[in-house]
Nanobody, 123 residues
């Protein structure tokens, strides 16, 4: 059974940093793209960052230059380093595994999802 478990969320002041981790279990995802999405109250789930099976990366414009996605295939992990956090980054952050190897920016392109971790940025 495949499971994705996010960790690392929390409360941070604007300008601060957090590092999210996602641990995948049940099978290896070395060739699948993995990514992070977020959903704020009253808003749709949106793409944040993705990393392909060949480690090409893609970011939403709103986080470019502030967030960095990485993966460790040996550990079946994906990470999201978030710097210079803003109040508008407040959301539940979800880890996802895509159906294929290319970065999946739409929710329906992703096969597996974690339950999410809350990130709250205070002003």
């Amino acid at each position: 059974q495949v499971q994705l478990v996010e960790s690392g969320g929390g409360l941070v002041q604007a300008g601060g940093s957090l590092r999210l981790s996602c641990a995948a279990s049940g099978r290896a995802f070395n060739s699948n793209a993995m990514g992070w999405f977020r959903q704020a109250p009253g808003k749709e789930r949106e793409f944040v960052a993705g990393i392909s099976g060949s480690s090409n990366v893609n970011y939403a414009d709103s986080v470019k230059g502030r967030f960095t996605i990485s993966r460790d295939n040996a550990k079946n992990m994906v990470y999201l380093q978030m710097n210079s956090l803003k109040p508008e980054d407040t959301a539940v952050y979800y880890c996802a595994v895509a159906w294929g190897g290319e970065v999946a920016t739409r929710a329906q392109q992703n096969r597996y999802w974690g339950r999410g971790t809350q990130v709250t940025v205070s002003s």
